[in-house]
C-alpha cells in the first residue's frame, strides 16, 4: 500500500511537471474523499473502483493526444495504474471479497 500510495504521488508530481512545460498551472483540487465503507474489504472496493476510474481516464487521453512525449508519460502511469489494480484486486481475494 505504501509503495502505491508514492507511486501514485509520482505520478501527481509528474503530470504537474508535464502541465507547467506546457505554461499552464497544475490544480490540486480532488473530490470529496470516499474510502468506502465496511472496512478494509470495503476500502480495498473503492481503490479497485478507482483504479479502474484511472485505467479509462488515461486510455481516453493516450487515445486523444498527439504528442509522444505526453503520450509517453500517460502510458507509463497508465500501466503502473493496472499494476495497482492487479494488487488491490489480489488483497481483496485474499480477503475473502
Known amino acids: 500500500m505504501e509503495?502505491?500510495?508514492?507511486?501514485?504521488?509520482?505520478?501527481s508530481e509528474k503530470l504537474s511537471e508535464m502541465i507547467v512545460d506546457l505554461g499552464g498551472v497544475p490544480s490540486m483540487q480532488h473530490r470529496e474523499l470516499n474510502f468506502g465503507k465496511g472496512g478494509p474489504k470495503g476500502f480495498l472496493k473503492r481503490?479497485?473502483?478507482l483504479?479502474?476510474?484511472a485505467i479509462t481516464?488515461?486510455?481516453e487521453h493516450i487515445a486523444a493526444i498527439p504528442d509522444a512525449k505526453?503520450?509517453?508519460l500517460l502510458t507509463h502511469i497508465l500501466?503502473?495504474?493496472?499494476?495497482?489494480?492487479e494488487e488491490f484486486t489480489e488483497q481483496?481475494?485474499?480477503l475473502g471479497k
Not at 509503495?3 to 505520478?11: F, G, Q, S, Y
Not at 500501466?79 to 489494480?85: A, W
Request: charged letters at 55%.
Open 3 to 11: 509503495e502505491i500510495a508514492k507511486d501514485e504521488m509520482r505520478h
Open 47 to 49: 481503490l479497485i473502483e
Open 51 to 53: 483504479e479502474k476510474e
Open 57 to 59: 481516464l488515461y486510455t
Open 70 to 72: 505526453i503520450k509517453k
Open 79 to 85: 500501466h503502473e495504474e493496472e499494476e495497482h489494480l
Open 92 to 94: 481483496l481475494r485474499e
